[in-house]
């Protein structure tokens, strides 16, 4: 084999390798749920605080009109 076919027979073979390991993640545990219920759950009620601060707005706005 010359030098070009080894070169690209070894890139194969890590590519190979890599695109297999990249398969194998672990599952996520209960602790990792938990976390991201918690995420979910503070994103939602940023969201909803912040509705609530246009209504405000809104509504002052209104009443100096």
């Known amino acids: ?11 194969m073979v890590l ?4 695109i297999a390991l990249a398969g194998c993640q672990k ?3 209960p ?7 918690m995420d979910n759950a503070v994103e939602k009620a940023g ?3 912040e509705q609530t601060g246009d209504k405000i707005k809104d ?4 009443l100096k009109k």
Do not use: C, P, V, Y
């Open 1 to 11: 084999m010359n030098k070009i076919s080894r070169g690209f027979l070894a890139a």
């Open 15 to 18: 590519g190979t390798l890599f």
């Open 27 to 29: 599952k996520e545990g």
């Open 31 to 37: 602790a990792e749920r938990a976390g991201k219920a």
């Open 47 to 49: 969201d909803k605080i």
């Open 59 to 62: 509504a002052t706005q209104d």
